[in-house]
């Protein structure tokens, strides 16, 4: 079954201190390792900045949505992520889990506890 990581980011104070070929270098290294999470069932859905305009809109500046093609390779993005250290440049909130369709996220919500 399908898994997916909705990511919602802004960059920390130690992002906006480095050179643009500094965060060019880094973003290298991070799409370097694309291929390897690609092998793993991972795909990138869609990526980008928040638009602050919408109702609700989160704090963040930007996003990012995952497909995986199970538990594991999101586990393997998650864990990806976090040693290119990328928290170390980016403030993140992680939502992730298992897909489902409309009826059955109904059916989650009325069944919370």
Known sequence: MPHYLAELYS????????????????L???GAAMPALASLGVEAISLGQIDKEKLY????????IWRCADDQ??????????????HDYFKTINA???GGDFGNHLAQLINVC
């Open 96 to 98: 992730g889990g298992e």
């Open 57 to 64: 809109s989160s704090e963040h500046q930007f996003y990012a």
């Open 73 to 86: 390779a999101l586990n393997a993005l998650i864990g990806g992520i976090a040693q290119s250290g990328w």
């Open 11 to 26: 960059p920390k104070q130690t992002w906006l201190n480095l050179t643009a070929a500094e965060r060019q270098q880094f």
């Open 28 to 30: 290298e290294q991070v």
